[in-house]
């Protein structure tokens, strides 16, 4: 007998801003820009493209385009799309290392 495997999509789990804090914590833990960039991407999709797009002066091409996988978000358009999440990036030292900083939801 053979299982029938359906596509997970992350989007539909995001439903608060607690939920989203979580899961864009856990992408910026990883260090890898490739992954945070997508996973923005899927809280965008989850609050709705269209809505990030109105709320931020960028079109939906360009926020597809740039928190797709291969996406290369600038910095401006990251921050203004957490602004219009409702989440933020804060900074905490790391142990034993006084001088480098980390991410952190």
Known sequence: MSEKLSTYDPAAALVDSEEIAV?????????DVGYIAKALGIVARA???SQIASETGL?????????SENGNPTL?????VMK??????????LP??????????
Do not use: H, P
């Open 84 to 93: 219009a999440l409702g989440v933020e990036i804060t900074t905490k030292a």
């Open 59 to 67: 079109s939906r091409e360009q926020l597809y385009r740039s928190f």
């Open 76 to 80: 401006k358009t990251t921050l203004a």
């Open 23 to 31: 899961f864009m914590a856990d992408a910026f833990e990883t260090g």
């Open 96 to 105: 034993n290392n006084s001088t480098s900083k980390a991410l952190v939801l």
């Open 47 to 49: 609050r709705g493209m």
